[in-house]
């Protein structure tokens, strides 16, 4: 028995460690999910007006509408769309009749569309407040000068436009001329890898126990021999 105690406490103590890995990550899941409501039901409740001043923190997905003018200033940044593939989203100085200058994310155009003129308009927009983080060690520069973005930088993009820092991510608007397709914000792009780490966890627990008693078995039967 003492031959086989120590396999069986390294056994018991990996199993302890990888079932303990896989609660917890069951228990990040469960936090995720409600996380993900919440921000889902904040995104789909009624509109209200721009808030002055705005808060980073407390206004994020904050759903909002305003009337003004977009004008010709705009960013273009590389994207792409299940269906239409690489295309280019916009970002444009909104000057709100408030006399506020915000941007907003107008949605995507097809990249042949990139310089065609888009006359400044008035328009009443329908979308959500949002500051995002799209920018890690693999994200190009943004080219300023040749106009072609990779990651919506909210700081550079209002340096560039002269506007305040704050993006508004159109759902609907009553520009109905326009070649722009909104792209609203969703939680689809936020990460919520907890169910494969709760697997794969459980899943190592698994074979841990089944290679911990086939290593006893074998142990028991060269004993004997």
Known sequence: MRRLFLPLLFGILGT??????????????????????EIDARIA?????????????RDKYLPVTASGTITEEEIHLLASTRDAGAVYRLVAAFETDSGRRIMIDRGWIKTADKDSARP??????????????????????????????????????????????????VREDTDKGAIVTPLPIDTATLPNNHLEYVLTWYGLAIVWVAMT??????????KKA
């Open 120 to 169: 400044a308009h008035a328009v009443k927009v329908v979308g959500n407040l949002h500051w995002p983080d799209e920018r890690d060690s693999y994200t190009p520069a943004n080219d300023v000068d040749g106009n072609i973005w990779f990651a919506r930088d909210v700081d550079q993009m209002a340096e560039v436009l002269s506007a305040e820092p704050v993006l508004l991510i």
């Open 45 to 57: 409740s009624a509109p209200v007006a721009l808030p002055d001043p705005i808060d980073v923190e």
């Open 213 to 222: 008693l086939y290593y006893l078995r074998r142990m028991r039967k060269t």
């Open 16 to 37: 302890v460690v990888l079932v303990s890995l896989g609660t917890w990550q069951l228990q990040r899941l469960t936090w995720k999910e409600g996380v993900i409501a």
